[in-house]
């Protein structure tokens, strides 16, 4: 069996190469299929999350049909359409956004398609999509990662699979002898509302003068100096932005607790692995994935709002006994998103 993967490149830190790099390890260790990945634009950039099998990388070296840029349109038809008759794959799946996810059902019609959508429909269906559905009704399968998130979409060929982890059974860290750390993790963007979290922290980190935040990220520049010139005009201490790093899973291991505060998460990749990593949570109520990742192993707060959002990480600050109940159930929980099991639902569509 053979899967094609079409995306815009496997270079940067985010949720769906993250989920990328799972999906070829499972269908590679559990079913032994055979994984080829299309880029639009990788160029010579490292992958950024290896996966550990081996898959085929296949570069279309085309920057800007996600810019409605004709010539390249035509290009990614036509060098697509050549890679399709000549790998043949028995299912193609697509993260691609924009025209490009409107064209491609339409290309090599043998080819059953999906088109994977990993943002919420909260913010990006808007009214110009009445347009968009009967390109998007020609797919198999359009995949939502919650079932929320189908209130949004005027389809009938909707399914929901979530995203998912590799679970490491001979591994589980203890909530023990954690930094005194809080941390989030995303692009700099405003959709992630760090704006929010230097606000919530700017209300209670005189309490805690031993306990810190980081948030891992990079992306705008210009909001990243908003952020940091509020956090000194305040004289907000103990907050820090750092670049992101390949190497998340080795800081949820060691760190107390982990924030989100965004505008949307259709689902949360790291809200899954710190299951994993025995780690509690607190996160906005947003549209539509936390209250589908977060079950007894942390705190959702109505979405925006800053002054419960401080409560909660007071109160979870200060009673270490209910932040080590969280973390022994969010162990416990990791099963819900595991690899072995979620894969099997992806394999039901072949």
Known sequence: MKILYVVNHFKFHGGIERMLSNKIDAWSEFYQYEVIVVTL????????????????LIDLEIKNANTKNVKDLILLFRKLNKILKKE???????????IPSLLLPFINLNIKKYLEIHSSGALSVTKSWKYKWWFLKHYEGVVLLNEDEKQYYQLENLMVIPNFIPIKNDYQPQYTNRQKTIVAAGRIHKDKQYDHLIKIWEKVFSKFPDWSVEIYGDGDEDLLKQYEQYISSNKIERISFKSSTNHLDEVLKNISLFCLTSRTESFSMVLVECKQYSLPAISYDCPNGPRHVIKNDGILVEHNNIDEFAKKLDELINDENLRKRMADNAYNNRTLFSSSEIIKKWRKLI
């Open 41 to 56: 634009n990788q160029g010579n950039s490292e992958i950024v999350y290896p996966p550990k099998f081996s898959f085929r």
């Open 88 to 98: 043949n794959p028995d299912i193609l799946i697509s993260t691609l956004t924009g």
